[in-house]
């Protein structure tokens, strides 16, 4: 079992940034792909990056391209997504998720794909 939980998440006018951790504990972390999704209010929870086990390989959804980062540091058992120029439509509860990757260049966009979730925090970011 792995114990997900965010941190981070905030209030900001747009333009801001805001970094989330995502700190699991339970099981070492390194054998672990990670994704990032949010959910909005009134829509579905959407992909909006991922990380492969080594850290070596991201993808990220368009809307977030050139402004959002991913990174790990697997010693600290943590994923963090830094996120600037956060605009209104950024609004979300952001989730991060984990799934066993037996290859350290795999990384997974589909939710549904994911074994372990966290609780969520809500980033919001005003106009």
Same mark, same amino acid.
């Given at each position: 079992?792995?114990?997900?939980?965010?941190?981070?998440?905030?209030?900001?006018?747009?333009?801001?940034?805001?970094?989330?951790?995502?700190?699991?504990?339970?099981?070492? *972390?390194?054998?672990?792909?990670?994704?990032?999704?949010?959910?909005?209010?009134?829509?579905?929870?959407?992909?909006? /990056?991922?990380?492969?086990?080594?850290?070596?390989?991201?993808?990220?959804?368009?809307?977030?391209?050139?402004? *959002?980062?991913?990174?790990?540091?697997?010693?600290?058992?943590? /994923?963090?997504?830094?996120?600037?120029?956060?605009?209104?439509?950024?609004?979300? /509860?952001?989730?991060?998720?984990?799934?066993?990757?037996?290859?350290?260049?795999?990384?997974?966009?589909?939710?549904?794909?994911?074994?372990?979730?966290?609780?969520?925090?809500? /980033?919001?970011?005003?106009?």
């Amino acid at each position: 079992q792995v114990q997900l939980v965010e941190s981070g998440g905030g209030l900001v006018q747009a333009g801001d940034s805001l970094r989330l951790s995502c700190a699991a504990s339970g099981r070492t *972390f390194e054998g672990y792909a990670v994704g990032w999704f949010r959910q909005a209010p009134g829509k579905g929870r959407e992909f909006v /990056v991922a990380i492969s086990r080594s850290g070596g390989t991201t993808r990220f959804v368009d809307s977030v391209k050139g402004r *959002f980062t991913i990174s790990r540091d697997n010693a600290k058992n943590t /994923v963090y997504l830094q996120m600037n120029s956060l605009n209104p439509e950024d609004t979300a /509860v952001y989730y991060c998720a984990a799934r066993y990757a037996a290859h350290s260049g795999s990384l997974y966009t589909t939710q549904g794909l994911y074994d372990y979730w966290g609780q969520g925090t809500q /980033v919001t970011v005003s106009s």
